[in-house]
């Protein structure tokens, strides 16, 4: 595991697409891309490659060859990850009229 400085203190790609993500509030959050990887922005982490190459700058998670990350998560955009299940349609309201 890297450690840096800033809001995560470090990551570490585990198998079956998730990761281990350590805050530097000493928080471990292991989080599962699985169900984003059909999505536009995360769909290129199901290659094993871009995934395995994710580390840390301390501020943001960082996915790719370093100096040119493909993917960048912010502590904003972690959070939404961790707290917004935006996998499914949402609650079924009925008819409105």
């Known amino acids: 595991m890297k450690i840096q400085a800033g809001f995560f203190k470090s990551v570490k ?3 079956r697409h998730k990761l281990e993500v350590v805050m530097q509030t000493d928080t471990h959050i292991v989080f599962d891309f699985t ?6 922005r995360f769909g290129a982490l199901a290659g094993d490659e871009l995934f395995n190459s994710a580390r840390t700058d301390g501020n943001f998670i960082l996915f790719g060859e ?12 972690f959070a939404d990850l961790i707290l917004v299940d935006r996998t499914s349609d949402g609650p079924e309201y009925g008819k409105i009229f």
């Open 13 to 15: 790609p585990l198998p």
């Open 66 to 77: 370093p100096g040119a990350p493909k993917i960048r998560i912010g502590p904003t955009d």
């Open 35 to 40: 169900s984003r990887l059909g999505t536009m």
